[in-house]
């Protein structure tokens, strides 16, 4: 079973019989290959129907649930992992979701859209209109991305949560790392790639 690129990068980063939740979780791909690759003990978290289904079709353990009314179902260390790739834009709070995944996880892996990319502060200085790109690729309109974020505001968050970041790295479009975007991934990265963990007290 292959997976998407980004799904793929994710999955290189979780370790084997770990347990594993995916919020936003689609239509489980990631998690049925977690399963059958690493062993891992994984449930989703999905409130599109259709995606529901892929889930339950695919043997993914999957509750329906909007992240917005927060993870308080959950108990603290519940699991050793929790990730969510790409959604955390289009969630009211990302901050309280963040604070809420560390809570009931050890460590959490997030993924998002540098809306800081150069191509995107050109297209807005440029054309003085709301950028958009393969991977934004909503008008203004009728986004469901509600707080697009740069690294650095991502960090600065980090900084005020006291959120750990255990790795970190950036990729272009195609989900490939370059030197440059390494030196300069604010300018350059289009898509980020973290591993938060707890500070200790």
């Known amino acids: 079973m292959s997976l998407r690129s980004d799904l793929q990068i994710v999955a ?3 370790p084997r019989n770990s347990r594993v939740l995916d919020l936003g979780c689609g239509r489980g791909e990631l ?3 977690l399963r059958t690759n690493k062993n891992i003990n994984g449930y989703g978290i999905e409130i599109d129907p259709m995606g529901i289904t892929d889930c339950i079709n695919a043997g993914v353990n999957v509750i329906e649930q909007n992240l917005d009314k927060g993870l308080q179902n959950f108990q603290s260390d519940s699991f050793d992992t929790v990730i969510m790739t790409e959604t955390l834009q289009s969630v ?9 995944m560390l809570r009931i996880g050890t460590q959490c892996i997030i993924t ?14 440029l054309r003085g209109k709301m950028p ?5 690729p909503y008008g203004w309109y009728d986004t469901p991305n509600i707080h697009l974020c740069t690294f650095a505001d991502f960090e600065n968050l980090c900084r005020q949560k006291k959120f750990s970041i255990i790795d970190r790295f950036v990729t272009d479009s195609l989900y490939r790392n370059r030197m440059l975007m390494n030196r300069m991934p604010n300018l350059f990265g289009t898509y980020a790639f973290y591993r938060l963990g707890r500070t200790p007290e």
């Open 12 to 14: 290189d980063l979780i």
């Open 31 to 33: 998690l049925a290959y």
């Open 132 to 136: 958009i790109a393969p991977y934004l």
């Open 112 to 125: 998002y859209p540098n809306f800081g990319h150069w191509r995107l502060r050109a297209y807005l200085v």
């Open 92 to 100: 009211k709070r990302p901050d309280l979701l963040l604070e809420e």
